[in-house]
């Protein structure tokens, strides 16, 4: 069966740093473009970043200079690597294709707070 479960997330204090990781199962992970998203409640779930089987990466403008998406086919894994992170960063993490008729089944997501 297809799952994303994702880890990595947390309690950090503004200008820390975490690394998540989506294990992906279920799919041919190493041919689709994958991505991260969040959502925090009352909002609809926003894209973060995304990086396609070859590699490339590309960042909306919120994470772009602090954020890091890679991957790693041999294990079927997405990380996101967060640095200077900020209060609005707070939210539930999820990982996916990047959308349209392949996105998949979403997963529980792990949660990142970052406060003082």
């Known amino acids: 069966q297809v799952q994303l479960v994702e880890s990595g997330g947390g309690l950090v204090q503004p200008g820390g740093s975490l690394r998540l990781s989506c294990a992906a199962s279920?799919?041919?992970?190493?041919?689709?473009?994958m991505g991260w998203y969040r959502q925090i409640p009352g909002k609809e779930r926003q894209l973060v970043a995304t990086i396609t089987s070859g590699g490339s990466t590309n960042y909306a403008d919120s994470g772009k200079g602090r954020f890091t998406i890679s991957r790693d086919n041999a294990k079927n894994t997405l990380y996101l690597q967060m640095n200077s992170l900020k209060p609005d960063d707070t939210a539930m993490y999820y990982c996916n294709t990047d959308g349209g008729p392949y996105t998949l089944s979403w997963g529980q997501g792990t949660q990142v707070t970052v406060s003082s």
């Open positions: 279920g799919f041919i992970f190493r041919v689709f473009t």
